[in-house]
């Protein structure tokens, strides 16, 4: 892979300013390791062949630190975007990604991201078709910003919060936690004896492989800021439906069990970036179990829940000493800029 250059070791305003440095830096880190047809048109927009239904979304990355276990911006960017299609039960297709880099910001951490971004890109067969650079003065941002917009064609229609009902039971993807986790650490500068990584991946593998076996999937939800809580507070009152979960079948692991006894979180409301919840009807729920562990490299998926006529707009937390309490949607900002 070419390097941007052998001289420059920082990004200049210069590399913002629409000539000759734009035009290298452009061409020989975004294009570079983005190259697909519709990107090296260099047309002011990219023109796309779209047919039937499709999702969009967009979403701004501003994570700090920039680098952590299990990731970076620019994987995290990519992952975002292209999970959050799909959720929507669409295959991922076309990103735009737009960056804001402070001045000053090291040319080197720039290409790992960018490579770090097209590595991810793989996963889901997507492709960055336009995209647009911001260079702003040292002091203006912090480092490095992300914009990614995604399109996708939707296979399996009528996906939605408001499909949730009672009867379904409710899986979790993943143990929860670990993103919120791992940037805690990093921030902290905490040193565990652990291999605690986020969990941010993409999440497409295994939804297609849930689609490709017919499974209906009333609700899909990634739990990323404000986690499990938040995805099932806010299914609950879409649907207005009573949600009752098992803490003892929600995974858990150590290492994020230990940090939220040390500064008192609680697991189910840190972000994550690869886990997601499904409502599925009962009957089939162990069957989606098996899919999604077999062959979609979720071995800790659980069945943690079920959706019920009770208490409508309410989750209910069942705790391993058999009592109740209400699961609340978190309150405040436990972690800023998490992603």
């Given at each position: 892979m070419a390097d941007v250059s052998t001289k420059e070791k920082a990004i200049q305003l210069s590399h913002g300013g629409g000539g000759k440095e734009m035009n290298k830096l452009i061409r020989e880190l975004f294009f570079t390791e983005f190259d697909n047809p519709i990107l090296r048109s260099e047309e002011d927009a990219a023109k796309l062949e779209l047919q039937g239904a499709t999702a969009f979304t967009t979403d701004s990355f501003t994570v700090s630190p920039l680098f952590f276990a299990g990731g970076d911006i620019g994987k995290l960017a990519v992952a975002g975007t292209v999970n959050d299609l799909a959720m929507m039960g669409a295959e991922p297709q076309y990103l735009s990604c737009s960056v804001i880099i402070e001045e000053g910001f090291s040319l080197k951490d720039l290409t790992t991201i960018v490579r770090s971004m097209a590595k991810e890109l793989k996963q889901s067969g997507a492709r960055i078709v336009c995209g647009d650079t911001k260079v702003v003065p040292?002091?203006?941002?912090?480092?490095?910003?992300?914009?990614?917009?995604?399109?996708?064609?939707?296979?399996?229609?009528?996906?939605?919060?408001?499909?949730?009902?009672?009867?379904?039971?409710?899986?979790?993807?993943?143990?929860?936690?670990?993103?919120?986790?791992?940037?805690?650490?990093?921030?902290?500068?905490?040193?565990?004896?652990?291999?605690?990584?986020?969990?941010?991946?993409?999440l497409w593998p295994v939804v297609e492989q849930l689609i490709a076996a017919n499974i209906p999937l009333h609700a899909m939800r990634d739990a990323t800021r404000g986690g499990l809580s938040a995805v099932l507070n806010e299914w609950a009152v879409a649907a207005n439906v009573g949600i009752t979960v098992n803490e003892a079948s929600i995974p858990v692991c150590d290492e994020v069990k230990g940090l939220c006894e040390l500064y008192g979180f609680e697991p189910?409301?840190?972000?994550?970036?690869?886990?997601?919840?499904?409502?599925?009807?009962?009957?089939?729920?162990?069957?989606?179990?098996?899919?999604?562990?077999?062959?979609?490299?979720?071995?800790?998926?659980?069945?943690?829940?079920?959706?019920?006529d009770e208490l409508p707009g309410k989750v209910i937390l069942r705790t391993p000493w058999n009592t109740k309490r209400y699961l609340d949607l978190p309150q405040g900002e436990l972690l800023p800029r998490i992603c």
């Open positions: 040292k002091g203006c941002a912090d480092g490095l910003f992300i914009n990614t917009s995604g399109v996708g064609r939707i296979l399996r229609p009528n996906i939605s919060a408001a499909n949730v009902a009672p009867g379904d039971a409710i899986i979790v993807s993943r143990d929860v936690g670990c993103h919120g986790a791992a940037i805690l650490m990093a921030r902290e500068g905490l040193s565990l004896e652990s291999e605690l990584q986020s969990d941010c991946a993409t189910m409301d840190l972000a994550n970036e690869g886990t997601f919840i499904l409502a599925v009807p009962n009957d089939i729920a162990l069957g989606a179990l098996e899919i999604m562990q077999r062959f979609g490299h979720c071995e800790s998926a659980a069945i943690i829940g079920t959706v019920n």
